[in-house]
């Protein structure tokens, strides 16, 4: 079992994606990285947490805020990402707290088969 991060946010359509994602068994656990809008309006499951940012912070100031706050969630030493959701400067950030945490990282996104590895 492993951990799944997804962004969550902006994008048409890209929500349903993310549901999709969390259907998915195989995720242990499944932190969305999202900002206020999404916490208020996406329906998460149980095994779901969220990390809230703002999205407005510039991205050295974003991907310290993610890591910190991912720093005390992740206990693998390897994830399962999926950036379909998002802004750019999220996924740098995002990336970025990643790597700084010293994670390996498995990009999976749905597909006609379900979820799988990119």
């Given at each position: 079992m492993t951990t799944l991060i997804a962004?969550?946010?902006?994008g048409k359509g890209t929500w349903?994606?993310?549901s999709q994602l969390l259907k998915d068994e195989s995720f242990e656990k499944i932190i969305l990285?999202?900002?206020e809008f999404g916490k208020e309006n996406f329906t998460k499951n149980d095994r779901t947490e969220l990390v809230v940012?703002?999205?407005n912070q510039?991205?050295?100031e974003l991907q310290n805020d993610i890591q910190t706050k991912l720093k005390e969630l992740i206990k693998d030493l390897e994830v399962s990402l999926n950036i379909v959701s998002g802004s750019g400067k999220e996924h740098m950030a995002l990336?970025?707290?990643l790597l700084k945490l010293g994670l390996g990282i498995n990009l999976?996104?749905?597909n006609k088969e379900g979820v799988g590895e990119v």
């Open positions: 962004c969550l946010s902006t349903g994606h993310v990285v999202t900002n940012i703002d999205p510039n991205i050295k990336l970025s707290a999976v996104a749905v």
